[in-house]
Nanobody, 123 residues
Framework: QVQLEESGGDSVQAGGSLRLSCVAS????????MGWFRQAPGKEREGVAR????????YYADSVKGRFTISHDNAKNTVYLQMNSLKPEDTAMYYC????????????????WGQGTQVTVSS
């Protein structure tokens, strides 16, 4: 059964930090690529960061480079998103997703999705 469960969302002040976690079923985690996406009200879902589980290669949106870090723990089937220096514009619902094959940026290419965790950054 495919399952992804996010946690770690919260309300923080600008400049603060959060760490999001995504626990995946073993089947889902074995997919090649896992990513974090976000969607703010009235906006399209956008990619934040992706990681190739096999190679460890990481990819980031320009808006989060240098502030966010994606990582994984194979023993726990878990992917993390460490978010530092948070800005109000980072406010969104954050989703974890997984796919097979190439670790491409388009959310439409991802097959499996979690329910999301809310991140709110106040100024």
């Amino acid at each position: 059964q495919v399952q992804l469960e996010e946690s770690g969302g919260d309300s923080v002040q600008a400049g603060g930090s959060l760490r999001l976690s995504c626990v995946a079923s073993e089947y889902t985690y074995s997919r090649n690529c896992m990513g974090w996406f976000r969607q703010a009200p009235g906006k399209e879902r956008e990619g934040v960061a992706r990681i190739n589980i096999a190679s460890g290669n990481q990819y980031y949106a320009d808006s989060v480079k240098g502030r966010f870090t994606i990582s994984h723990d194979n023993a726990k089937n878990t992917v993390y998103l460490q978010m530092n220096s948070l800005k109000p514009e980072d406010t969104a619902m954050y989703y974890c997703a997984a796919k097979t094959g190439l670790c491409v940026p388009s959310p439409r290419a991802f097959n499996y999705w979690g329910q999301g965790t809310q991140v709110t950054v106040s100024s």
